[in-house]
């Protein structure tokens, strides 16, 4: 059992029977009344995120989640299969277990697979991935305004804003947890 003086950011707690990690959260001692914890939580099977208000010093279970790096293979349509470098064992999740990180699944990748208590909860790519991109208007002579972006389609299909400097057949570094471009390469 944990308390809320233990939370941390990626702390991992079983609550109403599902798994979260804690993305945020804020001690708030009132002048008047108790203290309490404002959080917010991802749940780990959806990916929906929540805000969470704790009393100070309420207790709850803390999910212990074990990650494996496994290598992303392919997609059937209705799955998408993993295989573990290791022992070649594979696995395969549903769409739903990796809907937030599908657009960026590339073949060949590495990805970590998370497991609590035997039971696959989903995946989680890098933080950063270097990706070609594949379609994208071609960027005007004297078309320099600061910060402007325009869309560009990525290799995986992932469509972002990228600035206009960019062309068909750059590599780029994308940050996946924004969904947003980072550098080119």
Known sequence: MISTSDFKKGLTIELDGEIYVIIDFLHVKPGKGGAFVRTKIKNLKTGYVLDRTFRAGEKMEQA????????YLYNDGENYHFMNKENY???SLSSE???EVKEFLKEGEDVEIVFCKGSLIGAELPNFMDLKV???VPGVKGNTV?????????ETGAIIQVPLFIEEGDIIRVDTREKRYVERI
């Open 64 to 71: 212990i989640v074990e990650r494996k790096v496994m290598q």
């Open 146 to 154: 600061s910060g402007a972006l325009k869309s560009a389609t990525l």
């Open 134 to 136: 594949i379609s994208t």
């Open 89 to 91: 064992e594979q696995i």
């Open 97 to 99: 277990q990796v809907e």
